[in-house]
């Protein structure tokens, strides 16, 4: 069964971390690019940033540029975000995704035609001010 579970939500003062884990079973890890998004409640789900393959390069949204950091563990299957200096408009449910393709991945919340093989079932990270 190909899953991918979040974990590392919860509640966090402005100003403060928070990392985020995404752990991948039933698929070859290695083969996929990794992507990670948001959405809040009656909003369209947000791209935040993805991770080719090997881990070497990374992309991030604007929104998220100098406060997120993706990376990965291959060894783990696991995928990380790290969010730094939050706001409570960074309160959302936060998602990781699958793909082969890093680009599936980057137009998948313009693009409607673009689905990740794989999402997660979400964890929401709530910053208070």
């Known amino acids: 069964q190909v899953q991918l579970v979040e974990s590392g939500g919860g509640l966090v003062q402005a100003g403060g971390s928070l990392r985020l884990s995404c752990a991948a079973s039933?698929?070859?890890?290695?083969?996929?690019?990794m992507g990670w998004f948001r959405q809040v409640p009656g909003k369209e789900r947000e791209f935040l940033g993805a991770?080719?393959?090997?881990?070497?390069?990374?992309l991030y949204a604007d929104s998220v540029k100098g406060r997120a950091t993706i990376s990965r563990d291959n060894a783990k299957n696991t995928v990380y975000l790290q969010m730094n200096s939050l706001k409570p408009e960074d309160t959302a449910v936060y998602y990781c995704?699958?793909?082969?393709?890093?680009?599936?991945?980057?137009?998948?919340?313009?693009?409607?035609?673009?689905?990740?093989?794989?999402w997660g079932q979400g964890t929401l990270v709530t910053v208070s001010s």
């Open positions: 039933g698929l070859t890890f290695s083969s996929y690019a």
């Open positions: 991770i080719i393959r090997s881990g070497s390069s990374t």
């Open positions: 995704a699958a793909d082969p393709e890093l680009h599936t991945l980057v137009i998948a919340t313009t693009d409607k035609d673009s689905t990740p093989e794989v």
